[in-house]
């Protein structure tokens, strides 16, 4: 470890101690207003699929895996375009259902629990992916079922906890060896009525892919309001506990899966890297695997972690594993996970205020407050980078790129000053030098906005760690749901942004795959430059 590292490493944790110090019982902060659901699915660009791709970055060769072979011979299979539900978004549903695990391996078996008024329904599994453009491709199909009713879900007093454990399984699906890790979706369709969507996740955990991507399951229970109750509201009070034993209520547009990492897998899987996915329930109960990889990819509203899923990031990171944080408000809430009757890490606990916490005083570091409060304050930005600030229901901003010459932007045409217009959205991240923040910090983006009337800015930021890790943090809502296949090199011009926007990602993700991103580009401190202060 170098001189330079290492005091990089002394000076923030000196910044740590010194904001706990300033701020003994933590910042508080206002509630957040649930965000409009962001676009699911990449954006249309034109006449993209019929253009010829761009010659990515230098690639890397794959560590001690063929995991990259069968994800691009996976892709070039035909898609099945009928995976799509146009009506998605409408409620009620004609039928919905929960699996009993977010996540499996092949070889494994997952139940699936459903409910619908229509006598009968059948279930088909979609693999997610580029396929040509088609964006997934079926793998499975049930006979038809026949509807068995189911009791209603019960509501836990104490906690306001929806729970529907009491439902009987509905059929059971075995994972075959055939299905590639990835990101699945299970449609449901009734024999009348309108479909819907359970997600799931395919895991390898033997393999040490390049990239592996974390699907968000926690933030998505967090708002999910089915039953009438969520951790942000509902009849009588928010719930303090929520249960995954339950459908969701937000629509196929955020089933856990399309409306947080679709598109990175998409143009991950379109670029031909060594992907594979995970979940954050996994990166809970097996934090170790984080270090497995060369680059964690994490999707547009990642918020809600336990202890044991940050030390496990902040481990890899600290062992030189590279990280992407595609949106914003990022390791914002701690929680805890607790079991139901269907198996481990089925309730997620959130009291918000740590006075209302029963571990409060017993267990500081699993006390369910905001991850900067007290008693055990772990700021985000220590690990994310940039600092969560403010969110408003339909807000938007020009993302304006501030360092153009930095080394993401190579071969995207971006110069500094440069809109990508309305990139900024609902909620943003900023780089707030009075909350304790790596002091090699390098601003890529620094875009005015007028959140709740306040004058601010959204930030885009990256930092090298001590390990040699590079941290990449776009810093709002907006960044990830435009990714997709890169675009033509004719097309990389500012009237076509959103090709520029996906060259920059994809330059960060094959130069990751290289290994820690300090040996090559060490983040370049910009703050007082840019007058960030």
């Known amino acids: 470890m170098t001189a330079t590292v290492m005091a990089v490493g002394l000076v923030l944790l000196g910044a740590v101690v010194a904001w706990q110090a300033q701020h003994p019982d933590g910042v508080e902060e206002q509630e957040q207003a649930v965000p409009e659901t ?54 009620p549903r004609g039928i919905e259902g929960f699996t009993d695990r977010v996540s499996g391996q092949a070889g494994e078996a997952v139940r699936l629990f459903v409910r619908t008024a229509a006598p009968g329904y059948q279930v ?50 075995d994972v075959g060896a055939d299905w590639v890790g990835g990101q699945y979706l299970f449609k449901l369709v009734p024999s009348s009525g309108s479909a819907s969507f359970v997600p799931y996740v395919v895991r390898d955990d033997d393999r040490h892919s390049d990239v592996l991507v974390v699907s968000d399951a926690t933030t998505l229970q967090a708002y999910n309001e089915w039953g009438g109750h969520s951790l942000y509201g509902g009849e009588g009070g928010r719930s303090s506990v929520v249960s995954f034993d339950r ?41 170790e695997l984080m270090r497995n990889h060369r680059v964690i990819v994490s999707g547009v509203h990642d918020e809600y972690y336990t202890l044991e899923m940050r030390n496990g990031l902040e481990a890899a990171r600290d062992g030189g594993t590279n ?64 600092y969560y600030e403010c969110n408003e229901g339909g807000m938007r901003a020009d993302m304006v790129i501030v360092d153009g010459s930095a080394w993401m932007f190579e071969g995207t045409n971006v110069t500094s000053g440069q809109r990508w217009p309305e990139v900024v959205r609902e909620e943003y991240d900023r780089v707030t030098p009075s909350a304790p923040t790596p002091p090699n910090i390098q ?26 890790a590079g941290v990449l943090n776009t810093g709002t809502l907006g960044f990830e749901p435009r990714l997709g296949p890169l675009c033509a090199p004719a097309d990389l011009t500012p009237e076509r942004w959103e090709c520029q926007l996906r060259q920059m990602i994809g330059n960060v993700l094959t130069d990751f795959t290289k290994g820690p991103a300090a040996t090559r580009h060490p983040s370049v401190p910009n703050l007082d430059t840019l007058g960030i202060h």
């Open 323 to 386: 990280i992407v944080f595609l949106g914003a408000n990022a390791v914002y809430r701690r929680i805890r996970l607790e079991p139901s009757p269907l198996g481990p890490f089925r309730r997620q606990v959130n009291h918000r205020s740590a006075g209302d916490d029963p571990l409060n005083g017993v267990d500081p570091e699993r006390v369910t407050a905001s991850w900067r409060d007290a008693p055990a304050s772990r700021p985000e930005s220590t690990l994310t980078g940039t």
């Open 247 to 287: 459908p969701m209520d937000t629509g196929w547009a955020m089933s856990g899966i399309l409306g947080d990492s679709y598109n990175v897998g998409v143009m991950a899987e379109s670029m031909g890297l060594d992907v594979s996915y995970t979940t954050n329930i996994d990166q809970h109960g097996r934090p």
């Open 443 to 468: 601003v890529l983006a620094h875009s005015p906005i007028v959140c709740r009337g306040w004058e601010s800015f959204s930030d885009m930021a990256y930092y090298t760690a001590p390990s040699g």
């Open 124 to 173: 088909t599994a979609y693999r997610l992916g580029h396929y040509g453009g088609a964006g997934a491709r079926q793998v499975w199909q049930s006979p038809p079922v026949t509807t068995t009713p189911q009791p209603d879900c019960t509501v836990e007093p104490a906690t306001r906890m929806v729970d529907c454990s009491n439902w009987a399984p509905s059929l059971t699906v």
């Open 38 to 91: 962001p676009a699911a699915v990449a954006i249309e660009m034109g006449d993209d699929e019929g253009q010829e791709a761009a010659a990515p970055v230098e690639a890397a060769a794959p560590v001690a895996s063929d995991g990259g072979a069968r994800v691009r011979e996976e892709n070039a299979l035909p898609g099945s375009p009928e995976w799509r539900i146009d009506d998605g978004d409408a409620r």
